[in-house]
């Protein structure tokens, strides 16, 4: 037993060593059985060129740098999509079971240093309905309009929507601004799907466009807008016009394209530039 104790320890501390952590704190994600979710991480600028992958975490972390092994299943059920305009990399993972339940982390490799965490979330995979949940996780907008985003949950907890940014910008309850456009939270309850916080989005600007998340206590769900230029056919009832999520998804999990699906990027001069992902 002690040699056990010992061994575990020195296992711990070999962990502990290995990563310095820059994220803002682990979070809880609810799937359902044989859905996808999309996790974005978001990265300092100075990590633009290192390479990014994704852990999954157990007795002993198992990281996978090109987002594949044979030694972790859920890792096989992984793709990662960049985007260095952002500072931003998405994870997808899709089809997912209840063995793919467990504690992840998206990291950058520092050559010759501790390689940095920098999102943590707990995710979990169930065959009934998740404990949060959207009807989709990509919304689109117009400039100057407004969106909608339904967010259905089970537990009780502080209702908030949150910008992902260099840091997190959030509105708690109620309503508030985020980055100067109004946000407006509503809880309501429906007879079929429990309880539902209403998010709108109004005053759209082009930089609305990005990562948001739906929280309640400690889950959160990732939610992208896109906000797109309005066309001359628009008119302005058109344009304030709110898009709200379809409800008629054949499941409760979530689906999500990632926000780049080739492994390049737009460069700062608007060329490409190959993406160091492995």
């Known amino acids: 037993d002690r040699i056990i104790r010992s061994l575990i320890l020195n296992l711990l501390e070999f962990q502990s060593n290995l ?30 060129n290192n390479v990014k992958y994704l852990c999954k975490v157990g007795h002993l972390q198992i990281c996978s740098p090109d987002v594949q092994t044979d030694h972790f299943k859920s890792i096989d059920k992984a793709s990662v999509s960049h985007d260095i305009n952002k500072q931003t990399f998405t994870v997808t993972m ?18 010759g240093g501790s390689d940095v965490m ?6 979990s995979v169930t065959a009934g309905t998740p404990e949060l949940y959207v009807d989709q996780q990509e ?7 407004s969106v909608i985003v339904k967010c259905y949950y089970r537990n ?29 939270l509503q809880h309501t309850t429906d007879a079929t799907r ?12 082009m930089d609305s466009t990005g990562w948001y998340r739906c929280g309640v206590g400690d889950l959160m769900m990732p939610v992208h807008i896109t906000v797109r230029q309005q066309t001359t056919t628009q008119s302005t009832s058109t344009m304030t016009t709110t898009q709200s999520p379809t409800t008629e998804q054949p499941s409760f999990s979530p689906t999500a394209e990632p926000v780049q699906t080739d492994n390049t990027a737009q460069g700062p001069e608007g060329g490409k530039e190959k993406d160091t992902m492995r």
């Not at 704190?25 to 996808?36: E, I, L, M, P, W």
């Open 194 to 205: 429990g309880n539902v916080l209403t998010v709108t989005m109004s005053g759209l600007k």
């Open 94 to 111: 899709t089809d997912l079971g209840t063995e793919d339940s467990g504690r992840y982390w998206c990291a950058v490799e520092i050559n």
């Open 156 to 184: 009780t907890g502080n209702r908030k929507w949150c910008k992902i940014r260099d840091s997190v910008q959030c509105v708690w309850e109620n309503s508030g601004t985020t980055e100067g456009k109004s946000v407006t």
């Open 118 to 123: 920098i999102e943590r979330f707990q995710l």
């Open 19 to 48: 990563f310095s952590v820059v994220s803002t704190g682990a979070y809880r994600v609810s799937v359902k059985t044989g859905g996808s979710i999309t996790i974005p991480c978001r990265y300092d600028l100075k990590y633009k």
């Open 139 to 145: 919304v689109t907008g117009v400039e100057g309009g």
